[in-house]
Nanobody
Framework: QVQLVESGGGSVQAGGSLRLSCAAT????????MGWFRQAPGKEREGVAA???????TYADSVKGRFTISKDNAKNTLYLQLNSLKPEDTAMYSC?????????????????WGQGTQVTVSS
């Protein structure tokens, strides 16, 4: 059973930066698609950034040029660097993984989820 644990969230002022981490355990081999998603109060969960097994990233238009997704295969850890944060980036950020081919930014396609880490950006 794959388990995902996020960390690195917090409260920052607009223009600030954070680095989120997602530590994965329980991998049984194979190649995984992984992504970061966020959900603000009263809104649906949305895809922020995702990475395929070959390391190619995909970003939502709203975060292009500000967020960077990366992974360290040796540590089984996924990262999301958040720069130039805006108040509208405030949300619970969760990582997800799946071995099946997925629509990278579609949360409905992912089987494994972490509990999330809160990001709050004040103006």
């Amino acid at each position: 059973q794959v388990q995902l644990v996020e960390s690195g969230g917090g409260s920052v002022q607009a223009g600030g930066s954070l680095r989120l981490s997602c530590a994965a355990t329980g991998y049984t081999g194979g190649r995984y698609y992984m992504g970061w998603f966020r959900q603000a109060p009263g809104k649906e969960r949305e895809g922020v950034a995702a990475i395929d097994p070959d390391g190619s990233p995909t970003y939502a238009d709203s975060v292009k040029g500000r967020f960077t997704i990366s992974k360290d295969n040796a540590k089984n850890t996924l990262y999301l660097q958040l720069n130039s944060l805006k108040p509208e980036d405030t949300a619970m950020y969760s990582c997800a993984a799946d071995r099946r081919r997925v629509r990278l930014l579609n949360p409905k396609d992912y089987a494994y989820w972490g509990q999330g880490t809160q990001v709050t950006v004040s103006s």
